[in-house]
């Protein structure tokens, strides 16, 4: 039953960083807290990716409610070791979704955003790779919006921490999970006779 309550407690804590993938992925939509950015399609094209929205935000639901609720599958499976083969399978599509997430949220974050500079709106960082990162005296080229690469750079990096997190969570799962449904280990009140 160890292995049910550690399924458990991964699953309590993919929901908030999924949230919080979702909120992140939505604030990159209104950078400057404008909505006119988002009615004139001034976004990076990346933001349509929803790479927080589905890869590292409902992409996490499967994992997360499949964890909470082994308790119950456990009970109507035949085996608890049927239950953690589910829960394997379930943590595979969370690494996919956070893999998804990190990889886009990555390149979003080393081709800089799309704003306004003197030449209109263009990506002025996207050929300079993650140089721009280093060299803050540069984000003055974006003249609207305003701020928007302390934007980009902060949500992006928040989403690359949170999708790390979650694939962390979700490779956590898939060892414990195979090493309970193959090994069974000792999770189980087991009586040993020492009589040889």
């Known amino acids: ?37 988002v009615k004139d399609n001034h976004l990076t094209k990346y933001v ?15 994992p997360a409610v499949t964890f909470l609720c082994m308790g119950k599958c456990a009970n109507s499976c035949i085996t608890e070791s049927c239950a953690m083969c589910g829960s394997v399978l379930a943590a595979l599509i969370g690494l996919v979704g956070s893999g998804y997430c990190f990889f886009i949220s990555a390149v979003a974050l080393l081709n800089g955003p799309f704003c306004f500079t003197s030449l209109g709106w263009t990506s002025p960082f996207e050929s300079d790779g993650p140089k721009y990162l280093f060299t803050r005296e540069s ?50 009140k087991q009586e040993y006779s020492l009589n040889a």
């Open 1 to 37: 039953m160890c292995s049910l309550g550690f399924a458990r407690s991964l699953g309590f804590a993919l929901i908030p960083l999924a949230t919080c993938c979702i909120v992140a992925n939505v604030l990159l939509f209104f950078p400057d807290g404008q909505m006119d950015f």
């Open 48 to 62: 349509w990716f929803f790479m927080g929205i589905g890869g590292g935000g409902i992409a996490m639901f499967i």
């Open 139 to 188: 984000w003055s080229e974006c003249i609207q919006p305003v701020h928007i690469v302390e934007w980009n750079v902060t949500l992006l990096s928040i989403m690359l921490g949170l999708s790390t997190l979650e694939f962390l969570i979700c490779v956590i799962q898939i060892v414990s999970g195979l090493v309970n449904a193959v090994c069974r280990p000792c999770c189980y």
